[in-house]
């Protein structure tokens, strides 16, 4: 069956960093746009970072960028999201996200409306 597995969270301090993957089964991601949204207890998913199917272009929230990084490797079926400098604020469950042949830049990637397949996410706790 289709699935992600989100892994790599965990407990860091701030300004240290951590590196998630996003490992896909059951379909080649190369054929999907792959968002990046993280949740806190009470609120909405907020987008953190696309990558595009196409292009492979990239995009980020305001409040991570110059500090976190999207990749991938389809070699291996993984998304990758480095996360350096991390803040207190950066603390919350992690998920990917795929949507099939799409371009982050048409659609609107920051709405977790827009993705049909996620996975189970990985908790970040940036924390000291």
């Known amino acids: 069956q289709l699935q992600f597995v989100e892994s790599g969270g965990g407990l860091v301090q701030p300004g240290e960093s951590l590196r998630l993957s996003c490992a896909a089964s059951g379909f080649t991601l190369d054929y999907y746009a792959i968002g990046w949204f993280r949740q806190v207890p009470g609120k909405e998913h907020e987008g953190v970072s696309c990558?595009?199917?196409?292009?492979?272009?990239?995009y980020y929230a305001d409040s991570v960028k110059g500090r976190f990084t999207i990749s991938r490797d389809n070699a291996k079926n993984t998304v990758y999201l480095q996360m350096n400098s991390l803040k207190p604020e950066d603390t919350a469950v992690y998920y990917c996200?795929?949507?099939?042949?799409?371009?982050?830049?048409?659609?609107?990637?920051?709405?977790?409306?827009?993705?049909?397949?996620w996975g189970q996410g990985t908790q970040v706790t940036v924390s000291s």
């Open positions: 996200s795929a949507d099939f042949l799409g371009d982050c830049a048409i659609i609107d990637w920051h709405n977790p409306r827009g993705y049909d397949y």
């Open positions: 990558i595009s199917s196409n292009d492979g272009s990239t």
